[in-house]
């Protein structure tokens, strides 16, 4: 069966990497991003690829107004997709999110509350009758799982995508959406470009983006790429409170 | 794709050290010191290292934008791999018109190196694929280079250093399928200096052929070696994509299996390997007929942690019979250990680029792992007998030359070097372009 599928946040590394897989497998594509050249460059590319069909939508990613509009779109065209990646997050400067309240406020609207809102939205869309159901895919991230001092904004608002997605598919299951949460542990991308020393536990985009569409196709419900990360976050989670709070990582 | 090591080339034995910055179609970078576009970074030498500068790498603009697969004109972002692009196009019957040993190598690296290939009698370089080009400079923008265009013909083989390469518009090569129908014959073996003689007759009877080369035991006195021909044919659905490597090295060499006697015992056993084996005629997956290596991840690491320099040069077609086993037996005799050393016949295809590394005669590209003070004196000596006869070593694989040699054997330079944009250098440029040494 072709896939019809939507990518919100497109230009991510991890993102462009799945539409390669899709592209392949001659999926049709609705890609939706900020930058409106690269966009056209992800879309071209999925092309030659093999993508039957792609359409792009071009906007503030982070804006309820841009949103709402978005699904509205899709209502009124009749968008076939009953696949949706919501693929885009900012790395949080901690250091700067210590002094800068606006600039806090900023990234957890962006990495938590407006992620929360297309999933919201996609899914009630995916749970209307003409849909018939379908699956919603989140990039959360590993670091939601404890709240750690170099990193505290960020895994805040992982953390509360995490919970929302949850929450979402306990809500959808009888509605016939499921929701995968995806937890990627370090990824070599241009979100991590300025950290020089990359070791072992750093994947390639193209390796989580294999994982995100196994998960999807085999319909897990949570998932850590590469798999590893499950049991670093296990020893992770139970390190004492007291011991964790004077670990400068 | 990403590269194995920002910072080190594929023959590793040098760090240097560098700021990075990521090519993302806006405006050249600012940087303190030069600039150097990077791809996949598997040159052997430092043209892809740019110590103490910045490397501008690529590889994450490897769009592929627009394909008409009617005649096969692919243009696409520069950071594109052959890779990449082989195993996308391969299966609607369409390949690269010429691939290097390796398949993880960028567009605009192949282009910046005009590479070449063991269908080089038929088909020429790269660069000769290369329709048009888009590059951006530090100094004048963006400019779109359409051959013929003095420009383009100092970008192809200009090493990187006339602008970034951004986009490239290639013709590819049709194909039957994915396989190769291979021939292979065994050369020299016998006493006196023949080997040379054996494969120049070979050579000289496989014109036809659309892949020749040879392998050749630098070790042995007589050139004893092995002869491959090959050409395309149809295969299995399975071969349209490559095997994953499954194999990765995960060790470096230790130091006393690169020695001579290593090389010795080494070359030996692969001639009686490939004696031995009874199918002079077998068809096989055009990926490990092209890129056998490449089934291996990290295999620079067999070479130790000191790395490894290949030292490929180039004789004139007059002087190849006798000047090969001269250089050769110069080697051996200096005690530089070598393994899987090839040797091809360039024909007289005019490569597109100024720069370009092939001309009309024999080339041999010999593998030198750690190499020591007398394996660098003798190779300036190799160096001084290639240059006598009008030959030339190839800068793409390159961490030694001098300049006074870089200059003999390409006086071109220096109008390479008068359209070279300002903010770009490399240690392999800076190097070579010293004057009066």
């Known amino acids: ?249 | 794709m990403i590269p194995r090591s920002l910072d080190q080339p594929w023959g590793r034995g040098f760090s240097a050290k560098h700021s990075h910055a990521f090519a993302d179609g806006g405006a050249f970078p600012r940087a303190t010191g030069s600039v150097l576009p990077r791809g996949l970074g598997r040159s052997y030498g430092d043209v892809c290292v740019n110590d103490s500068g910045t490397l501008l790498h690529t590889f994450r603009r490897d769009r592929l934008l627009a394909f008409d697969d009617v005649h096969g004109i692919l243009t696409c972002e520069a950071g594109a791999s052959l890779a990449d692009i082989a195993q996308t196009l391969l299966p609607r019957g369409w390949f690269l018109p010429v691939v290097p040993g390796t398949r993880f190598v960028t567009v605009g690296g192949a282009i910046a190196n005009d590479v070449h290939g063991k269908n080089h009698h038929i088909s020429g370089t790269f660069g000769r694929a290369v329709r048009s080009v888009t590059l951006r400079r530090s100094d004048t923008g963006l400019h779109r280079l359409d051959a013929p265009n003095p420009l383009l013909a100092h970008t192809i083989g200009g090493l990187g250093v006339t602008g970034l390469i951004e986009e490239v518009t290639l013709e590819l090569a049709r194909l039957p399928g994915p396989g190769i129908m291979q021939e292979t014959k065994l050369f020299g073996g016998k006493s006196g200096d023949g080997g040379i003689d054996d494969y120049l007759a070979l050579d000289a009877e496989s014109k036809d052929w659309n892949y020749t080369v040879g392998w050749i035991d630098t070790m042995d006195k007589n050139l004893r070696g092995v002869f491959f021909r090959g050409n395309h044919c149809d295969g299995p659905d399975e071969w349209l994509a490559p095997n994953a490597a499954t194999l990765t090295l995960p060790v470096d060499a230790p130091r006393w299996l690169l020695g001579r006697w290593s090389a010795r015992a080494f070359n030996a056993a692969y001639y009686r390997a490939q004696a031995l084996q009874t199918a002079k005629r077998s068809t096989i997956p055009l990926w490990q007929f092209f890129f056998p290596l490449d089934a291996v991840n990290a295999w620079n690491r067999a070479y130790g942690k000191r790395g490894f320099i290949q030292y490929q040069f180039v004789v004139p077609t007059d002087a190849a019979r006798e000047m090969v086993p001269r250089i050769l037996a110069h080697l051996r005799e200096s005690n530089v250990a070598s393994y899987l050393a090839v040797i091809k016949t360039f024909d007289d295809l005019l490569s597109p680029g100024r720069m370009s590394f092939p001309m009309p005669g024999t080339t041999v590209a010999l593998d030198i792992p750690a190499p020591n003070d007398n394996d660098r004196r003798a190779l300036d000596r190799a160096d001084a007998m290639v240059a006598d006869v009008g030959g030339r070593v190839y800068p793409a694989k390159d961490a030694r030359m001098s300049a006074v040699m870089f200059q003999r054997f390409f006086p071109q330079w220096r109008e390479l070097e008068a359209v070279r944009d300002p903010m770009i250098s490399s240690s392999f440029w800076r190097r070579v372009t010293r004057e009066g040494e």
């Open chain 1, 1 to 249: 069966m072709k896939s019809h599928v939507i990518v919100v946040g497109a230009t991510s590394a991890v993102a462009q990497a799945a539409i390669r897989i899709w592209a392949a497998r001659n999926a049709s594509l609705t890609l939706v991003a900020r930058n409106s050249d690269e966009i056209a460059r992800i879309a071209a590319d999925a092309r030659v690829r093999g993508a039957s069909d792609v359409v792009t939508a071009v906007g503030d990613l982070t804006s309820t107004a841009f949103i709402m509009t978005t699904v509205a779109t899709f209502d009124a065209s009749g968008d076939a997709s009953t696949l949706a990646l919501i693929a885009y997050g900012s790395l949080t400067d901690s250091t700067r999110a210590d002094t800068d309240v606006n600039y806090l406020a900023t990234e957890l609207d962006t990495n938590f509350v407006s992620a929360a809102l297309w999933a919201q939205a996609l899914a009630d869309r995916f749970a209307r009758v003409d849909c018939g159901g379908g699956t919603i895919a989140v990039i959360s991230s590993v670091a939601g799982d404890r709240g750690r001092g170099s990193n505290h904004a960020y895994g805040a608002a992982k953390a509360g995508l995490t919970a929302f997605c949850s929450g979402l598919r306990a809500r959808m299951h009888a509605r016939g959406v499921h929701v995968v949460t995806i937890k990627p542990g370090f990824i070599d991308s241009p979100m991590t470009a300025q950290v020089a020393k990359k070791g072992a536990l750093w994947a390639s985009p193209e390796a989580v983006a294999a994982g995100i569409v196994k998960a999807i196709d085999k319909k897990r419900d949570v998932v850590y790429l590469p798999s590893f990360w499950r049991f670093i976050m296990l020893v992770i989670g139970h390190v004492p409170e007291k011991i964790f709070k004077r670990l400068k990582f």
